[in-house]
């Protein structure tokens, strides 16, 4: 198509200059006019007034498609990966080689914590850039629905992304999208809410309905056993091959927003046999003990339950049970690999923004404990590395940065380096921008189980309001908190200053450990740990598909004293 005659106009060649002048002002930033809209108002309008009028490349002069103005997205979580299991980090006994080159590249964050270390709160808070004050969750509420906000994906949507999400969100209801074009599901097995995941349905497809866990091993539990099917069938393997085909079938006028989320290294622990016998001779060092973790009388109700938890398992199991975590981590890590190679053969991995991170950590025998729910770095510290475009002057390559962030940080982040407006609902800090905080605050749980913690980024204070129980750690010089300091008369002034920190940040029924100006908590009592029938959340066989039924996710500390 020729370019538009420039003369006296009739009116029609008029209309047609007007258009030409709107189309040529848009902007790529413009591309959103509203909520769930792609292109501006005025192109809308042109089109439905003017179907004869054919816009081109040529036509529209100077504008580039979206596509090539906007930076594409890889947002890449886990679940359960502490901050410290990387080579890159110090950490000499697992192998992270994709994870610690793209450290190389660009910025990792060393002082990344979990507003909440559980599944639901975190990823209710990625989503959304709310702190569990906001979004109503600290605990593991299955059935409460997200809240009426702005998501991460919606944000990315207005503002001219297509936006697709594979593997496991861990919302409710199961199927809905938050905002994404299309999501692929991978939820674990969780059918009692009546959902039969795309990744249960791949395996039936492929000749094995149902038989995901029929390895037996257990889905919050640490035995372990090698992956049962054709590697090819992994859950690791499943989310990497559709992710690829994601961005392989994107729309190439548009940019992207990819949200990769894999299951593991959670349990259940079923690594692929290779992986593991890469670790079979590998020396691994042992879980720490700090002196406080040794008499169990002494401890917090909250903790006495964490830590009678973890003492089943010998020493040679507990190094055992390290060896297949780090296999399913380096796993993934290999993964990544093939997905960056899918992002480089398209042509588009030097317009990629990539984030890697993890919803919490995992104890892995640390203290005695295991999983998350506690507030100690190797549960609550989760890895965060950021890479930009080729060329970024925004994110620094080869660099750490110690600011205190967290999950809620991602959202506003990732829209700030895209140049997308951050909602006013959103609670985080852009981890590019000026504006860094003086602490930071976590917490978990409303029961009996409950434990907030606040950090300054130096020192770290850990409150048990059942026993009114304090824990004070120097994470300058003691990183893996051996000694708690509280009490003590030279960190008094440290003590208190972080107490008056977690005092104001106390809602919820919280305020009543509070008297005077001080912690006071509610009684002690001493936690008496029962057999666990349900084995840990064990799931079974999925063919045919198991019923829709009302039953708990997971019992976490089943108690002689019920």
Partial sequence: MGHVAIGTPDPETAFRHEALSLTTATTPHSMSSGPGSQYPKRLIYLTKCAPSLHFSKALIQGTKPMSDSKPN?????TDHWPAHLLNIAGFNGISTPTLDELSRC?????????ECPVCIPAR???????????????????????P???TMAQCFRDGGYQAQAVGKLHIFPQRNRIGFDDVILDEEGRSMYGVTDDYEIFLGDNGH???????????????????????KLHPTNWATEQMSRVIKRRDPTRPGFWFCSYRHPHPPLVPLRDYLD????????????????????ALPYALQAGVSRGRKYTEAEVLDIQRAFFALCTHIDHQIRALLGVLREEGILDNTIICFTSDHGDMLGNHDMWAKRTLFNPSVK????????????????????DRLVGWADIMPTLLDLCGLDIPDTVEGLSMVGDRKRAYFYSEVADDDHASRMVTDGEFKLIYYPVGNYTMLFDLKNDPDEMENLAGQERHQEVQSG?????????YGGDESWVAEGKLVGVSAKPFVRAGDRTLSAQRGSHWPPAPTVDIPQIEWNPTANN
């Fill in 73 to 77: 997205v890889l947002l890449i979580s």
């Fill in 382 to 401: 989760v890895p965060m590395i950021l890479v930009g475009p080729r060329g970024s002057d925004r994110v620094q390559g080869g660099a750490q940065d």
């Fill in 124 to 146: 209710r808070t990625l989503q959304t850039g709310l702190t569990p004050r906001s979004h109503g969750d600290r605990m593991y509420r299955e059935k409460l629905e997200m």
């Fill in 148 to 150: 009426d906000v702005p």
């Fill in 278 to 297: 890469m670790y079979r001779n590998r020396e691994i060092a042992p879980p720490v003990h700090g002196s406080w973790s040794k008499d169990l009388d």
């Fill in 106 to 114: 660009g910025t990792r964050f060393t002082n990344t914590f979990s």
């Fill in 209 to 231: 309905p149902g038989a995901q866990f029929a390895h037996g091993m257990s889905n919050n539990d640490y035995v372990h056993r090698p992956w049962h099917l054709d590697e």
């Fill in 498 to 506: 972080l107490e008056a920190r977690l005092m104001g940040e106390l």
